[in-house]
């Protein structure tokens, strides 16, 4: 089994950038693609930013283009979220999930096909 542990969440006024780290614990070996989803106040949870581990193909999410990085050290088995440029509407819960088996590039947005969940770290960006 697999554990994830984010960190580097808090608070930030518009304009601040923030980098969250997410780090990985047990089959590390086998993950073929790490995600970073956001669940805002009564809304669903969406894919901000994932990568796939063995083609880096990175996908991201309209919203936040040009603003957010996501990219992954595996020498320490982590991957990380740089959001530059903060907006009030990025205000969320920020999970780190992980895939343990093979997928197609072109799903690595869909949060059902990840395998394990971090707890969550809140990002709150004031006006």
């Known amino acids: 089994q697999g554990r994830l542990v984010e960190s580097g969440g808090g608070l930030a006024q518009a304009g601040d950038s923030l980098r969250l780290s997410c780090a990985a614990s047990g089959r590390t070996f086998s993950i073929y693609a790490m995600g970073w989803f956001r669940q805002a106040q009564g809304k669903e949870r969406e894919c901000v930013a994932a990568?796939?581990?063995?083609?880096?193909?990175?996908y991201y999410a309209d919203s936040v283009k040009g603003r957010f990085t996501i990219s992954r050290d595996n020498a320490l088995d982590t991957v990380y979220l740089q959001m530059n440029t903060l907006k009030p509407e990025d205000t969320a819960v920020y999970y780190c999930?992980?895939?343990?088996?093979?997928?197609?590039?072109?799903?690595?947005?869909?949060?059902?096909?990840?395998?394990?969940w971090g707890q969550g770290t809140q990002v709150t960006v004031s006006s």
């Open positions: 990568i796939h581990s063995s083609t880096g193909i990175t």
């Open positions: 999930a992980s895939r343990l088996s093979p997928l197609d590039a072109a799903a690595i947005y869909f949060p059902r096909m990840y395998d394990h």
